[in-house]
């Protein structure tokens, strides 16, 4: 940090007011809401990360027209103003500005719940769902900009702090803006700013001077034969700065959706450049902020110092760690849990309708739940400043007053019960962490030479996976810090069981049955086998990967594979390889990196036959038999529990793939409820 440079946790003044930090927790999709209501479920989650030090918290866009309903639960303007009252009520304590979030999808919206047709500066229909919107006419013009403007009212009715506009990556406004789908040769071809202009003066009157209005304006559509590049985005800053009082910088348009909220396979902060030139353009008359998966503290305040922003958009951060900016200003900033930008639980757009939540913080957006834990510095909880001790609140509820609470240290007692949880991994290190902070003496048994099991396992062979190995050191790390004797190379035995107090089993997962047989030409092997071993580990010849399951680790051991330069061929029975990661935005992504790695995607076919250095395969379809180059078959098949002790001592507690293999989430969550259940006396 350099001496004149701000720091993350410096106030600044905004429109008048004052925000206690530079840390933004931005608007996004998190199915909180009952129908298109915000709901006491939103209140808890923004009142989180206003205890948690944000500065600026922008609720959910709410869409300003009823005709523009682009997933179930989308928010509806005219319906929120007491959700919003009730949010601006829970942060008030904090000094935490709260904005509304006013948007439009345009075109691309969806016609499946609002039944009603798309409106959009041109008929060009959505990239994404092929649906044809209508061209608005000046009618439709002026009912959308008179609806901005009775939002941004409800708003300050509410009590809110002010409003942002979004001309986002999925937005009408960036739609005017874009010679992609704004071909009109009225006033708004010729002027593409003409509405968003319109828009803001209409808000502005609404709120006054004494409210903050912010835009977010995409600044590249990746697409430069006709969409908005950082040139001309550059003129659109010079042309609207005067008008707001925050400038939220981002990229992406009809054609790169996701690349506004990527996955790990896109380097964090990837939008340093381009905020920095926004900020140059703006010429110092509205500060700008930097969004773009910006999830490290250090990363954050390297982009103030280089004066790349004067805010930091942080939001999948402080949903994988809502005490983020506290923990900054305590001076325990390496205690913050790690985001690993996974995206497999706090992307929500999709038929499935999930509640937004963080493979590594389970609690989040299920704050009002019975078996919520929350976590805070004693210091930011109104406690003595003591870094080794916290409070941890269970129970959902709309204050922490009216929860229980339980806080660290114990007594000596419960210190003497020593708790054996067998497994280190996820779901074991998250109970022994719970556990220890809750003042109990826990022992990890973990039979490999390391700590940390199947996240250690995805963490292999470079790229954006090796991130899921920060969730194991700081569970590791955060276990050894609270006391935890982690004992690796340790196998318990069910002898070591019936000598034992109370046990937590968390022993995960074990290979499925083999797909098919093979003969001695071809070698098998599991995933989790080659995890550990490596590349270099495999017989020499073409490697096959059978992937029935569909998600991201036969992609990533492919990917793996293929870097080492071997002949690689994915077997997947559907159309398209890799067809889970749909759900976290790399789907496309993944399969062109596949395609420029060399792989051989072998689509909709399942294996049938291992012999003669070959694997055959046949099309789910028409049956039709096909025999690929192999030496090497790699299982990516299903898992089973792993559940010996457990049959050895039944009812023992456990957590995790132990109970059925899933993902990191449920084993962190099962974890920690098995923790809690044994500290309070009972199932939660």
């Known amino acids: 940090m350099t001496g004149d440079s701000p720091r993350l946790t410096d106030p600044i003044r905004l429109a008048g007011r004052t925000a206690p930090a530079r840390v933004i927790f931005g608007p996004h999709e998190t199915n909180l809401g009952r129908r298109r209501?915000?709901?006491?479920?939103?209140?808890?989650?923004?009142?989180?990360r206003a205890a948690g030090g944000s500065g600026v918290v922008v609720v959910e866009t709410a869409s300003v027209t009823a005709d523009d309903h682009p997933y179930e639960r989308a928010p509806l303007a005219e319906l929120c103003e007491p959700g919003w009252a009730a949010i601006a009520e829970a942060c008030a304590p904090y000094g935490t500005l709260v904005l509304a979030g006013l948007g439009h999808a345009g075109g691309q919206g969806s016609s499946a719940f609002s039944q009603s047709v798309l409106w959009a500066p041109s008929p060009v229909p959505d990239a994404v769902t092929r649906e044809m919107p209508a061209e608005m006419e000046q009618e439709q013009i002026d009912a959308v900009m008179a609806a901005f403007a009775d939002a941004a009212r409800r708003a300050a009715r509410a009590g809110l702090d002010g409003v942002e506009i979004d001309a986002g990556a999925v937005s009408l406004l960036r739609q005017f803006h874009s010679g992609l789908t704004n071909l009109r040769g009225d006033a708004y071809g010729e002027d593409r700013l003409r509405l968003t202009r319109q828009v803001l003066a209409a808000v502005r009157e609404a709120i006054g001077e004494d409210r903050v209005l912010s835009l977010r304006l995409s600044c590249d559509e990746l697409a430069p034969w006709a969409g908005v590049t950082p040139e001309q985005a550059a003129a659109q800053v010079d042309a609207l700065a005067d008008a707001v009082d925050l400038l939220v910088v981002v990229r992406g348009g009809p054609f790169s959706a996701s690349a506004y909220r990527p996955d790990g396979h896109t380097p964090p902060g990837f939008n340093l450049d381009l905020c920095h030139a926004m900020r140059k353009a703006a010429g110092g008359r509205v500060p700008v902020a930097l969004q773009g998966s910006v999830v490290e503290l250090g990363a954050a305040q390297a982009a103030l110092d280089d004066g790349a922003a004067d805010l930091v958009e942080m939001t999948r951060a402080q949903i994988a760690e809502p005490r983020l900016v506290a923990l900054a200003r305590a001076g325990m900033a390496e205690r913050a849990r790690p985001c690993v930008l996974c995206n497999q639980t706090c992307l929500v757009r999709d038929n499935r309708n999930p509640i937004v939540t963080c493979v590594g913080e389970p609690g989040s957006g299920y704050e009002t739940e019975e078996s919520f834990l929350d976590e805070m510095p004693v210091a930011e909880a109104g406690g003595p400043a003591a870094a080794e001790r916290e409070v941890l609140v269970v129970?959902?509820?709309?204050?922490?007053?009216?929860?229980?609470?339980?806080?660290?240290?114990?007594?000596?007692?419960?210190?003497?019960?020593?708790?054996?949880?067998?497994g280190g991994g996820p779901a074991g290190l998250e109970c022994a962490?719970?556990?220890?902070?809750?003042?109990?003496?826990?022992?990890?048994?973990?039979?490999?030479?390391?700590?940390?099991?199947?996240?250690?396992?995805?963490?292999?062979?470079?790229?954006?996976?090796?991130?899921?190995g920060l969730l194991a050191d700081w569970l590791e790390a955060e276990c050894r810090r609270l006391g935890v004797r982690i004992d690796v190379g340790a196998e318990v035995t069910a002898d070591d069981l019936a000598s034992a107090g109370q046990v937590v089993l968390a022993t995960g997962a074990r290979p499925g049955p083999q797909p098919v047989c093979a003969d001695g030409s071809i070698t098998v092997v599991g995933v989790r086998e080659l995890c550990e071993r490596g590349p270099a580990a495999l017989p020499e010849g073409p490697v096959v990967l059978d992937d029935p399951v569909g998600g991201p680790i036969a992609v990533a051991a492919a990917e793996w594979l293929a870097a080492e330069g071997r002949q690689v061929a994915l077997i997947t029975r559907d159309g398209t390889a890799g067809t889970m990661l749909a759900l976290t935005g790399d789907l496309a992504d993944a399969n062109s990196r596949l395609q420029r790695a060399g792989v051989e995607r072998v689509l909709r076919s399942r294996l049938r036959a291992l012999a003669e250095g070959h694997a055959t395969v046949e099309h789910v379809w028409t049956s039709e038999p096909r025999r690929l180059p192999c030496a090497v078959l790699i299982d990516c098949g299903f898992e089973l529990p792993e559940e010996s002790l457990y049959q050895a001592r039944p009812g023992t507690p456990r957590a995790g793939d132990c109970v059925a293999p899933r993902t990191v989430l449920e084993a962190v969550l099962e974890g920690r409820r098995r923790a809690v259940e044994l500290a309070t006396g009972g199932a939660r």
Not at 396 to 415: F, N, T
């Open 37 to 48: 209501e915000l709901t006491e479920r939103h209140v808890a989650y923004y009142r989180r």
């Open 395 to 422: 129970g959902g509820g709309p204050a922490a007053a009216e929860r229980e609470v339980l806080v660290v240290g114990g007594g000596p007692a419960a210190a003497e019960r020593e708790v054996l949880v067998v």
């Open 433 to 468: 962490r719970v556990l220890a902070t809750l003042g109990r003496t826990v022992r990890v048994a973990e039979k490999r030479e390391r700590a940390g099991g199947a996240l250690r396992l995805s963490a292999v062979g470079g790229g954006a996976r090796e991130r899921m």
